[in-house]
């Protein structure tokens, strides 16, 4: 979230000054759309859909998927083992409801 906010604040300016001289209105770096990008960055997915026009949001780019990529693949791990604990658990409970022996 971050991220979208930091690539959205350097690339939307450039975008105005760039839809004051076209006369076009693309507003291709609005919250969501920045926050995808950085998501698809983090995620090495990298659609290509959008990419940082200015200088510095190109310089940018590298130092924040070089600290991002193993910061996100670490909550992604963490995340990935809360949810795999959590079935273990459910599939024991359940299981345990159809192989309890009862005595008679």
Known sequence: LVGGAMFE???RGEEEKLAQ?????????????????????????????????TVMGKGLLVPY??????????????????????MVFSMDWLLSLFTTSHKS
């Open 65 to 86: 998927a070089i600290l991002g990529i193993p910061v996100f693949t670490y909550l992604l791990i963490r995340v990935t083992k809360v949810i795999s604990r959590g």
């Open 9 to 11: 604040g350097l690339e």
């Open 21 to 53: 001289l076209t006369g076009e209105d693309n507003q291709y770096w609005t919250y969501r759309s920045s926050v995808f990008f950085s998501l698809t960055i983090l995620s090495t997915v990298g659609y290509g859909v959008t990419a940082p026009q």
